[in-house]
């Protein structure tokens, strides 16, 4: 128990020890001659862009995206139960009934408000 302690401390330290070095490096390393040309706004290959380059999004496109990806979280649950399904039994199987209404309810609260729709 100690030992696994032990491996753990040391493996959190050198990963953090790693990241600290390659930024530190970074930082040292890297050329600061910033020109007028380096900090001209760059989009999608046009060098000179028309209009303001910070323009507002609608929200609805953010809703959407992190809806996706918590319903997308939330499946990455669902597959190691269905893996080992047959060993757990049925509380367990009531267990994810519950939690798929949970996220069906989730989701038909958002339909309801209108996130679904990509206008």
Not at 63 to 70: D, E, G, K, P, R
């Amino acid at each position: 128990m100690i030992t696994e302690i032990i491996y753990f401390n040391v493996f959190v330290i050198l990963g953090a020890a790693i990241v600290a070095i390659a930024i530190g490096l970074s930082k040292l390393l890297a050329t600061r001659k910033p020109s007028e040309a380096k900090l001209e706004v760059y989009e999608c290959g046009n060098i000179h862009v028309t209009g303001d380059p910070r323009i507002q999004f609608k929200i609805h496109y953010y809703i959407f995206a992190l809806l996706l990806v918590i319903f997308d979280v939330e499946m990455i649950f669902v597959f190691p139960w269905a893996v080992v399904f047959k060993s757990l039994g049925f509380f367990a199987f009531i267990e994810m009934v519950i939690f798929i209404a949970i996220l069906m309810l989730g989701l038909f609260y958002a339909w309801r408000k209108g996130v679904m729709k990509w206008v």
